[in-house]
């Protein structure tokens, strides 16, 4: 596997479920995020993690609970989610976000549907 | 606060003749850096080209090029010899300082790109 992957690409959940979705970066990079990019909107960063360390939260609901494991792995945990949370949620990994010529390397995302 | 501005929410462009996408941005800090990224209908965004807030020469790579113009606040980018496979959409984004020790990636709406045969 190359670059920044994610799993599933596609999902779909009722209110009451409980999902997660995976970030892997096969690039040696140190920071990972999290974005939000629904329909006819800018894309929203979500989280950062630098060195497995949260770096940022961008107020986000509580029903969406990221876990960063190691410098490779990234999850977003997700509970009780509403159906305005259906979006494609995009991956990204950059070296580290500290400086601002890092580009982002994202993944292919995952279309997620709240029913 | 950083905002990204695209204008353009669709744009058509004949295949082989050159096209260009705006971006304008506002942020009060003197580093940012300026980026363009190509979302195809797969959902991947994929970087195409990077410009510097102290780079004094526009960014190029391959057929895309970067119209910097830093007095306006302008990032266009400039697709030559369109492609069919440049159908897509086009994200400006601007890196820049957002407080406490962070880096903010802000994008813009994006603009749909179609190339017509």
């Known amino acids: 596997e190359t670059g920044v992957t994610q799993t599933p690409r596609h999902l779909v959940m009722g209110m009451t479920n409980k999902k997660s979705l995976k970030c892997e970066q096969h690039l040696g990079h140190n920071a990972m995020y999290w974005y939000k990019q629904s329909a006819k909107k800018p894309l929203e960063l979500m989280f950062v993690?630098?060195?497995?360390?949260?770096?940022e939260n961008n107020s986000v609901p509580s029903r969406f609970s990221p876990e960063c494991p190691n410098s490779s792995h990234l999850f977003l945990h997700l509970h009780t989610l509403q159906p305005e949370d259906s979006a494609l949620y995009l991956c990204a990994s950059s070296q580290t976000p500290g400086t601002t010529n890092n580009e982002q390397f994202f993944g292919p995302g995952t279309r997620l549907t709240v029913l | 606060a950083q905002k990204i501005t695209q204008t353009q929410p669709g744009m058509f462009v004949q295949e082989k003749e050159a096209v260009t996408l705006d971006c304008t941005y506002d942020t009060s800090d003197p580093s940012y850096g300026l980026f363009w990224y190509k979302q195809p209908s797969s959902g991947e965004m994929i970087f195409l080209i990077y410009q510097g807030s102290y780079d004094q020469q526009n960014a190029t790579e391959g057929r895309y090029s970067l119209n910097f113009q830093k007095a306006r606040k302008s990032a266009n980018l400039v697709i030559s010899a369109s492609q069919l496979g440049d159908s897509a959409m086009y994200f400006c984004?601007?890196?820049?300082?957002?407080?406490?020790?962070?880096?903010?990636?802000?994008f813009g709406k994006g603009t749909k790109l179609s190339v017509i045969p």
């Open positions: 993690y630098n060195f497995k360390e949260q770096t």
């Open positions: 984004a601007m890196r820049a300082y957002s407080g406490a020790g962070s880096y903010q990636l802000t």
